[in-house]
C-alpha cells in the first residue's frame, strides 16, 4: 500500500518529546515538501484495547504533514482491536514500535524484546495489518536486533511478510540501546534484505545534521531517512534552514509558554525546554558546552525564560 509522504525525511516518534505540542511546532516549520511526515510517541497497548478518545489525544489533528500513530505491544487480539479504531480516528499510517529498548517494554515482551521472536513480529505485524483491512499502511520500527545483529536480515524478512509497507531500522541493537555510534553498514543491509521483498527501508540514526540526510539515503540504499535527536538539537534540520539566535530563542520561548498553556507548571515546562537544550545546536545560543551548563544550572523557571525572551526581539514574541 503506498505511502502518504512526499518527502523522503520523516521525524522521529521520541518518548517524553514528540508529544502534539512540540512535534506541530516541528511540522510548522516545514512544507510538505522538506518533511514528509511525522509519528506520534509510542502508545503502549496491554491488558486491553485502547479507547478511540486515547487514540485521538496521541494523534492530534492531522495537517498537510501527515502524522502516524505509533503503537507498542504484544496481545494480538488487544493491538489488533486498538489497530482497527486507530484508523476509525483518522490515523494516515500505523506504525508498530519494535525497537523501545525500556525495561517496562522487554518485561511485557514488546518493543525491542521482539528482536528475539521473529515469528512472533511477524503474527503482530499481520494481525494489524488485517484489522487496518487495507485502508492505511502499517509501518514497523525495528532495531538491528537484540544482543547483536547477527538476526538483522531474518527481522527484515519477518516484518515484510507479516505485510508492513515501510521498515524502518534503528542501526543500534537493543543492547547498545544509545551508547554507540549509529553503524549505517546495518541499514545497507537492511535496505537489500526489504528489496526482495519490494518495500522501502527508512534508516534512523546517526543524523546529525542537514547532509547527513541525503547522505545516509546515498550510502545505505535507503529509500527515507528519519531524524531523532538531531531534531531536538536543530528543529529545522529537515530544511536546511540557519536559524537565528531570535528563532532560534522564540522557539523554545513559544514551547515552554505552550506547554504553560496546556496546563504545565511553570516550573515543569522549564524542565522540557531544558531537556531541548541538553541537545540545542542552533542559533547561537549554545555556544560551548560551558554556554550549556549555564543554561542547565539556571533554577528559577521564570529567569530561564527571561533569559530567552531577552533573545526575542519584542515585536516577535506572539506567543508571550
Request: aromatic share 4%.
Amino acid at each position: 500500500m503506498s505511502l502518504p509522504y512526499t518527502a523522503p525525511w520523516l521525524l522521529a516518534p521520541m518518548e517524553g518529546v514528540t508529544e502534539p505540542l512540540f512535534r506541530g511546532m516541528v511540522l510548522g516549520l516545514h512544507s510538505p515538501a522538506e518533511l514528509g511526515g511525522a509519528c506520534t510517541e509510542f502508545v503502549r497497548v496491554s491488558s486491553a484495547p485502547l479507547p478511540r478518545r486515547v487514540l485521538r489525544a496521541h494523534l492530534g489533528a492531522q495537517g498537510p504533514i501527515p502524522v502516524a500513530l505509533q503503537l507498542m505491544g504484544s496481545d494480538l487480539q488487544h493491538l489488533a482491536t486498538t489497530a482497527a479504531r486507530a484508523v476509525e480516528v483518522g490515523a494516515p499510517v500505523l506504525d508498530l514500535n519494535f525497537g523501545c529498548p525500556a525495561k517496562g517494554a522487554l518485561r511485557g515482551c514488546a518493543g525491542s524484546a521482539l528482536m528475539d521472536d521473529p515469528e512472533r513480529l511477524r503474527e503482530l505485524v499481520a494481525a494489524t495489518c488485517e484489522a487496518a483491512d487495507g485502508r492505511v499502511p502499517v509501518t514497523a520500527k525495528l532495531r538491528a536486533g537484540g544482543d547483536d545483529d547477527s538476526r538483522l536480515e531474518e527481522l527484515v524478512d519477518a516484518a515484510c511478510t507479516g505485510g508492513a509497507a515501510l521498515v524502518t531500522m534503528h542501526a543500534r541493537t537493543r543492547a547498545e540501546a544509545y551508547s554507540v555510534d549509529a553503524d549505517w553498514e546495518r541499514l545497507r543491509r537492511a535496505a537489500d534484505a526489504a528489496r526482495a521483498h519490494g518495500v522501502p527501508v527508512c534508516g534512523n540514526g546517526g543524523v546529525d545534521r542537514h547532509a547527513d540526510l541525503e547522505a545516509l539515503r546515498r550510502e545505505t540504499g535507503c529509500a527515507y531517512a528519519m531524524v531523532g535527536r538531531g531534531a531536538l538539537a536543530d528543529p529545522w534540520i529537515f530544511s536546511g534552514h540557519e536559524a537565528s539566535g531570535a528563532e532560534a530563542a522564540g522557539f523554545l520561548l513559544a514551547y515552554g509558554r505552550g506547554l504553560e498553556a496546556q496546563g504545565a507548571s511553570t516550573r515543569g515546562a522549564a524542565a522540557r525546554v531544558k531537556q531541548l537544550l541538553g541537545h540545542w545546536r542552533v542559533g547561537g545560543l549554545v555556544p560551548d558546552e560551558e554556554a550549556r551548563r549555564s543554561w542547565l544550572r539556571e533554577r528559577d523557571p521564570e529567569a530561564l525564560f527571561a533569559r530567552l525572551e531577552a533573545c526575542v526581539p519584542q515585536g516577535a514574541r506572539g506567543s508571550d
